[in-house]
């Protein structure tokens, strides 16, 4: 407000119904973007043992495409990588990972992809794997992830309301945004316009305290880990 000499909330309010530009800039302000790695840890678990093997072995792949939507800094895309890279072997043939890691704030998205973090964003993240997948920064101000795991990852700026990607995906991360943060009249059109996102029998993965929209149809919860869900083989997900 004291940028646009603005002062008082109803001056600041009429400003942004005027100016677009404005309101895309006060909506990035107030966006949440604090994440970590690992993030839930016993998601990432059943992920690991569960989602990405039965993704992999139930149809001929040849390159596991996924959507983290909301990516923030990267957490949960460089999280999915390292989980790639730790069990992949199991895999014969081995199909490519392809990540698109999308988010509104710009600002956000250059920290993913310069691909560094303070170390308050690996306590989830073992000793041993540390060592592995980060290389420690100077005077221990942060890691940064090994050059190797931005391989394969794709930063785009969208807007969940307005911008979806054109692509279809085995994998999708919608978690701690979409259903947390807007109106329940905003999440069942837009969330169903995500699900159009998922391949028929892909999964769709959401924040351990959200949950779908009411009204809509078309998912099968996982019965190991409640904030994962399948879609419906034959691909269809309606809003009631």
Not at 4 to 25: F, H, K, P, S, W
Not at 44 to 53: D, F, S, T
Request: one cysteine or more; hydrophobic letters at 40%.
């Amino acid at each position: 407000m004291g940028e646009c000499g603005c002062r008082t909330v109803a001056d600041y309010i009429r400003l942004l119904d005027q100016e677009e530009g404005l309101r895309n800039r006060c909506e990035q302000l107030m966006s949440v973007s604090i994440s970590r790695f690992f993030r839930d840890r016993a998601l990432w678990v059943v992920l690991g043992e569960h989602v990405l093997p039965d993704l992999i072995h139930h149809r001929p792949i040849h390159v596991l495409r996924v959507w983290c939507a909301g990516c923030a800094s990267g957490e949960e895309v460089y999280s999915l990588k390292i989980l790639w890279e730790e069990g992949k072997q199991r895999f014969d043939p081995t199909p490519d990972l392809r990540i698109l890691a999308t988010d509104m704030n710009p600002h956000c998205l250059a920290r993913g992809k310069r691909g560094i973090f303070p170390p308050s964003s690996l306590k989830e993240v073992p000793e041993a794997m540390r060592s592995r997948y980060f290389l420690q920064q100077n005077r221990k101000r942060g890691f940064a992830v090994r050059p190797f795991l931005k391989k394969g990852i794709d930063w785009r700026a969208q807007h969940l309301l307005s911008c979806l990607p054109e692509e279809s995906f085995h994998l999708i991360f919608l978690r701690n945004n979409l259903l947390t943060y807007y109106r329940k009249e905003v999440k069942a059109p837009v969330f169903e316009k995500v699900a159009d996102c998922l391949e028929p029998a892909g999964c769709l993965i959401i924040g351990s305290h959200e949950k779908l929209p009411p009204s809509v149809q078309g998912f099968k919860r996982m019965p190991a880990q409640h904030a994962i869900f399948l879609k419906e083989p034959h691909g269809n997900v309606s809003v009631l």
